[in-house]
């Protein structure tokens, strides 16, 4: 049984649907990446398996129960956790408010002073700039903030959703390398990636999205040299 | 000259409560992004709850507090659950909850009336209270006693609240939601649950503005009106959401009413406080206090 089970998935914002059929799994302790163009229902899927877009038909089955009626803060207590597209920070909020407010379910809440300590360990920037308000942060620092936000609700999966977007191109190395780390210490990632590249470097397996289908799957490093890949994503 | 430094005084300390009875309205707009109409009733309803808790035990009415922070905090709870969430969930996908403001006026006006119901049209007063009439002597001038204990309990109101919004984890869960409503649904906060404590919390400062009043205001079923207008003003003047914006928006009203008839005709006042109120939405529309950010 893997940990995240998707069956047949719809979904749709009103009359317009964005996700036809969709199936797709993530085992424990793998890295999964979701990659697909503009359009392909790739933050829409992130947003209906954390709650925020009632899926229209399918099941969601996470740790054996399904969630697909849930609503997002039960589905972060469950374990799901999503850093959504764009950070999402609360712009007037100090960077340490942030992650503690990461840490509002009940599960995470009692073990928030440690958790915060792991998270620091793993981004010591975020404590340098613990006082300073998120909205004053660089992209590449609210990103880490968003992640270390993420880290603090103590996820048993964790959902990225385009990391990289916006970033130049030596904090896009920080942040894989990040997730690399976060990776390596044995947590689930599930990630919607626009850099391809990179994305499936450090993944075990991958999802090609378009229009709302699975198009492709494999491991992740088959996938890298697909001549299909290469030349829809990769641009060579 | 004495006279301008005697009315500066009571100006900064009635101000100081006209900024109190506005601190839950901006308490509830920052959070649930909604103008709530029944504020004016909300105050009312306080000042009844206040005149009949020390007239049936016959305390000093700041001792009344103990009773009035936990029943106005139920009743703004309760009405938020009961009443306005629902239309909340029905206007779920609305990116404006116009409908909820509308709700909010019905709320106004069944309370009103039935207030006018239960106790009638007459003026209430306090009376024979240890308030009553009191006066702080500074020299030759005189400072009103209840409204210096008003001016004391707005501030301490205003940094507890502050001292809770920063403070404690479900503050911080306030914060998180007036921010942004979605993530922080994804940090595991129930939205509507966090609605109904800072409803609750709007109301309790409602509470305590009103306990303040007491001592030397009369109570009737339309006396929230008189307030409601000014609150109005206070939070788009210090800016919608900003506790210490109310605080310092019901100041330079204060201020304005009290000194201005030293050298104007006191209807002018009126005149001057609607005309600040033009300025600073044409010059800086977020207010005082505001932020600019609508993120």
């Known amino acids: 049984m893997s940990l995240l089970d998707i069956h047949n998935l719809n979904a749709s914002y009103g009359d317009v649907q964005v996700i036809f059929d969709l199936s797709l799994k993530v085992n424990q302790g793998e890295v999964v990446s979701i990659i697909g163009g503009n359009g392909a229902g790739k933050s829409t899927l992130l947003r209906v398996i954390s709650g925020l877009l009632p899926a229209s038909g399918g099941q969601i089955i996470f740790e054996e129960k399904e969630i697909q009626k849930d609503l997002p803060e039960n589905i972060v207590a469950q374990g799901i956790v999503h850093v959504p597209e764009g950070r999402r920070l609360f712009p007037l909020m100090s960077v340490k408010d942030n992650l503690m407010v990461g840490a509002y379910n009940k599960r995470a809440r009692e073990e928030s002073e440690q958790t915060l300590q792991e998270v620091y360990s793993l981004l010591p920037r975020l404590e340098e700039r613990e006082d300073q308000l998120a909205m004053t942060l660089s992209g590449g620092e609210q990103q880490m903030v968003a992640i270390g936000r993420g880290l603090m609700a103590k996820p048993h999966i964790l959902m990225l959703d385009e990391p990289s977007l916006g970033l130049a191109p030596l904090l896009i190395k920080d942040i894989f390398e990040t997730v690399r780390k976060i990776a390596d210490q044995g947590m689930t990632v599930l990630m919607v990636e626009q850099d391809v590249r990179h994305s499936l470097s450090l993944s075990d397996r991958g999802y090609v999205l378009e229009h709302g289908r699975v198009v492709m799957e494999g491991q992740a490093d088959q996938m890298i040299d697909d001549p299909h890949i290469r030349e829809a994503y990769l641009g060579m | ?295």
């Not at chain 2, 500074?138 to 809770?164: C, N």
């Not at chain 2, 000014?230 to 100041?251: P, Q, Y």
């Not at chain 2, 009203?253 to 050298?263: A, D, M, N, R, W």
């Not at chain 2, 044409?282 to 609508?294: E, I």
Request: net charge positive; hydrophobic share 55%; no cysteine.
């Open chain 2, 1 to 295: 000259m004495l006279y301008v430094l005697e009315d500066t005084i009571n100006g900064i300390l009635m101000g100081s409560i006209y900024g109190l009875t506005a601190m839950g309205l901006t308490i509830i707009f920052g959070v649930l992004k909604v103008i709530n109409f029944a504020h004016g009733s909300l105050l009312m309803v306080g000042m009844y709850v206040s005149y009949w808790a020390i007239r049936l035990t016959g305390v000093h009415p700041y001792v009344a507090l103990i009773l009035v922070i936990p029943i106005m905090f139920i009743f703004g709870y309760s009405l938020q659950k009961i009443i306005i969430r629902p239309i909340f969930i029905a206007e779920k996908n609305v990116r404006e909850p116009v409908t909820v403001i509308i709700v909010t006026t019905g709320i106004w006006y069944i309370l009103d009336n039935l207030t006018l119901l239960l106790f009638g049209p007459q003026y209430r007063s306090l009376g024979n209270n240890p308030l009553q009439g009191k006066m702080l002597e500074l020299g030759e001038m005189f400072i009103s006693m209840p409204k210096l204990y008003g001016f004391v309990t707005a501030l301490v109101t205003a940094a507890a609240v502050h001292w809770f919004m920063h403070k404690t984890v479900m503050g911080r869960a306030i914060r998180a939601t007036s921010m942004d409503r979605e993530a922080a649904s994804l940090m595991g906060i129930d939205q509507y649950k966090i609605y109904n404590v800072a409803f609750g919390i709007g109301a309790a400062t409602t509470g305590i503005a009103a306990v303040t009043l007491i001592p030397f205001y009369n109570v009737f079923p339309t006396v929230g009106v008189l307030f409601d207008i000014k609150g109005f003003i206070i939070v788009v003047l210090g800016g919608l959401g900003s506790i210490t914006g109310a605080l310092v928006g019901g100041v330079i009203i204060g201020l304005i009413e009290s000194v201005g008839p030293q050298f104007m005709t006191a209807t002018w006042t009126e005149a001057i406080v609607y005309g600040l109120f033009l300025v600073v939405l044409f010059v800086k529309p977020s207010g005082l206090f505001g932020q600019k950010h609508d993120w």
